[in-house]
Every structure is written in structure tokens, then in C-alpha cells.
């Protein structure tokens, strides 16, 4: 296994100082507590504490689209194969992973450009889903079906018990299959 260089080393321990005390209470000096470093070690990577939450979302995404692209192994080569790679990643549940990204979803609503990694990422996502040939209108409806459900997972908000859940997923995948081989329910 690799070592971890030293901007890893200070990302973790920011994502534990964010898991324990939320992004709100997160501070350069507890972290460089946490990480062992001295502040000015880690101000030579991060020199603000928006630069390392910036930093923790990219790592978020880096891991989400990991994350998919082992999923995409699994599945064949098909129009739909990355919209339903990402619909599964999105669904993996990883408490740790989902109470640092609650806090700083809080967070951004102080410091909005706190999210641009992550709207990058969203950007990237419509030009994959404009590439893949499929109707746009209908696969973007599945990808936002998708993402709301992750948005009520992650807020802990969902109804849905785990079978519901699952059919729902299911269902989004179904939806993609048949968009891929041209066919629609309300044609049926």
C-alpha cells in the first residue's frame, strides 16, 4: 500500500475533525493538531480553512468517481452504463463519508464556492449524460431522481424503508434499459 503524502495525511484528519465537531467548528489549528503538523505546515498546503474544505469536497468527488468507475466494470458497455454506475455509487451508504458531507453541505450555505468542485463535477455529469446518446430529457429525470434520493439519504430524511429503497433502484435502472433499447412504458 502506499504512503500517504502529507496533504492526505491533513485531509484525514480534517475529515475527523469534521465527523466529530462539523465543518463549523473545524479550525486550522485543530487540525494541524490532529494531524500533527504545525500550523504552518499545513497553511503550506492549505493557507485557509476554506482552501482545505475545498479540498475535502474534491476528495469527495475524487472517491464518488472511484466509486463509479469500479462499478462500470460490472456493468456491460452500454448507453446507459455510466448513468447507472453513478445512480449505484450515489446509493452506497458510508455513515463516516455521509456525516462529513452533511456538515459541509452545511458549511456551504455560509460560503457557497465552497461547492465548486462538486459543480464542476455536476457540469461533467451533463456532458456524459448529453454524450451517451440517450434522450436527454428522460435519462436527466433518472439522474435527478437519483440524486434526490441521495439528497434525502444523506439529510436523513427518506421515507422509504430499504425495500422500498431498493425497488426504487431497480426501477431507475429499469427506466435506463428501456430508454436504451428505445422503448418507453407509455408506449407499451
Do not use: W
Not at 449505484?88 to 451508504?93: G, I, Q, W
Not at 456524459?128 to 441521495?150: C, N, P, Q, Y
Not at 424503508?161 to 436504451?180: F, N, P, R, V
Request: charged share 30%; aromatic share 4%.
Amino acid at each position: 500500500m502506499p504512503k500517504k503524502n502529507s496533504k492526505d495525511h491533513i485531509l484525514d484528519a480534517a475529515e475527523a475533525v469534521v465527523v466529530e465537531l462539523g465543518a463549523g467548528h473545524m479550525s486550522i489549528d485543530l487540525v494541524a493538531r490532529k494531524a500533527g503538523v504545525s500550523k504552518g505546515g499545513l497553511m503550506y498546503h492549505f493557507p485557509t480553512k476554506e482552501s482545505l474544505l475545498i479540498a475535502m469536497i474534491s476528495r469527495l468527488v475524487t472517491v464518488f468517481h472511484h466509486n463509479k468507475a469500479e462499478k462500470m466494470t460490472l456493468l456491460k458497455d452500454t448507453p446507459a452504463r455510466a448513468l447507472k454506475a453513478a445512480i449505484l455509487a450515489c446509493m452506497e451508504s458510508d455513515e463516516k463519508r455521509d456525516r462529513m458531507a452533511r456538515s459541509i453541505l452545511a458549511a456551504s450555505a455560509h460560503n457557497p464556492e465552497l461547492l465548486g468542485p462538486f459543480k464542476e463535477a455536476q457540469r461533467e455529469h451533463i456532458r456524459e449524460l448529453t454524450a451517451s446518446g440517450l434522450d436527454f430529457e428522460r435519462a436527466a429525470i433518472v439522474s435527478l431522481a437519483s440524486d434526490g434520493l441521495m439528497l434525502l439519504e444523506l439529510l436523513q430524511t427518506a421515507p422509504y424503508t430499504k425495500t422500498q429503497k431498493k425497488k426504487i433502484i431497480q426501477t431507475m435502472i429499469l427506466m435506463l434499459e428501456e430508454l436504451e433499447s428505445g422503448k418507453d412504458r407509455n408506449d407499451q
